[in-house]
C-alpha cells in the first residue's frame, strides 16, 4: 500500500500561470480533503471530495482555486493565475470511511512556489 | 475558526527528557488527534482519543484530554533525536474538516 501520492513535490510557477496539483488516495479510499499550510502556519482546510462530488469547499477561496475528484484517476488542484500569496506547502489527506474516529492519511505535499 | 490551538511552544530538550506540549479547543469535540510533521514532510498521524476517553497511551506518547477545560497535553517520554519535529493537535467539525492549531516546535538535543 503505497499510501497517499502527491505529485509534483515542489511546483514552481511564475505569477499568472497555472498550477496543478495531484493526489492519489490510498487504495480504497474514496474521500479526499486538501489543506493548505503557510509557512510556520498550521493546515487550513480548503476542500472535501468524493469521487465525483464535491462535500465540502467552504476553505476554498472563491476565484481561481476549484478542485475535482474524478471517477478515475487522481483529485486534483488547480489554481489558476497564481500569485505570490499561492506559495504554500498543499497537502492531501485520505480516509476510507466519514467515521471520524480514525486519523486521517496524509501526503507528503507539494510545495508550490511562485515567483 | 480553529477549534484546535497549541499553546504556541518551541521546546528544546536533551535527548531522555519528556516533553509536554499543551492544546486548547473551542466547542464540543467528538474527539482529538495529534500529528507530527517533520521538517519539509508531510504529516503523520499519532494518537486519537475520543471524548468520552481521559488518557492513552501509545509506545512512548501518552495524551490526556479534560473536556471541562477543553485542553489536551501530549507527553513524549524519553525523547530521542528522532522526535525532533513540529507536533500539531487537530479537531474534527462540520464535514470531516480537521482544525489544526500551529504546532509545537520540539528540538532533542542528542
Redesign the interface.
Known amino acids: 500500500n503505497a499510501g497517499?501520492m502527491?505529485n509534483p513535490r515542489h511546483l514552481v510557477r511564475r505569477r499568472g500561470q497555472e498550477a496543478r496539483l495531484r493526489c492519489s488516495p490510498m487504495k480504497g479510499h474514496s474521500?479526499v480533503?486538501w489543506?493548505r499550510q503557510l509557512p510556520?502556519?498550521?493546515?487550513?482546510?480548503m476542500v472535501?471530495l468524493q469521487k465525483e462530488n464535491i462535500?465540502?469547499e467552504?476553505?476554498m477561496p472563491k476565484e481561481r482555486f476549484s478542485a475535482e475528484f474524478p471517477k478515475e484517476g487522481p483529485s486534483i488542484l488547480r489554481i489558476q493565475q497564481v500569485v505570490r500569496g499561492d506559495s504554500a506547502a498543499y497537502?492531501c489527506?485520505s480516509?476510507l470511511t466519514?467515521d471520524?474516529?480514525?486519523?486521517?492519511?496524509?501526503?507528503?505535499?507539494t510545495?508550490l512556489t511562485v515567483v | 475558526s480553529?477549534q484546535?490551538e497549541e499553546d504556541p511552544q518551541a521546546l528544546s530538550i536533551q535527548e531522555g527528557e519528556n516533553a509536554t506540549m499543551n492544546c486548547s479547543y473551542k466547542t464540543s469535540i467528538?474527539?482529538l488527534?495529534w500529528?507530527r510533521q517533520n521538517s519539509?514532510?508531510?504529516?503523520?498521524?499519532?494518537i486519537?482519543i475520543?471524548s468520552n476517553e481521559r488518557e492513552k497511551h501509545s509506545g512512548r506518547l501518552r495524551v490526556t484530554l479534560d473536556t471541562s477545560k477543553k485542553s489536551s497535553s501530549l507527553l513524549i517520554t524519553a525523547s530521542r533525536a528522532a522526535d525532533t519535529a513540529s507536533y500539531?493537535c487537530?479537531s474534527?467539525y462540520?464535514?470531516?474538516?480537521?482544525?489544526?492549531?500551529?504546532?509545537n516546535q520540539v528540538v532533542v538535543i542528542p
Open positions: 497517499v502527491q474521500h480533503y489543506y510556520e502556519e498550521g493546515l487550513k482546510f472535501y462535500i465540502d467552504s476553505g497537502f489527506a480516509s466519514t471520524y474516529n480514525y486519523g486521517y492519511t496524509f501526503g507528503s505535499g510545495r | 480553529q484546535g467528538n474527539n488527534q500529528y519539509g514532510r508531510g504529516l503523520v498521524h499519532l486519537l475520543r500539531f487537530a474534527i462540520g464535514n470531516n474538516r480537521l482544525a489544526f492549531g500551529k504546532g
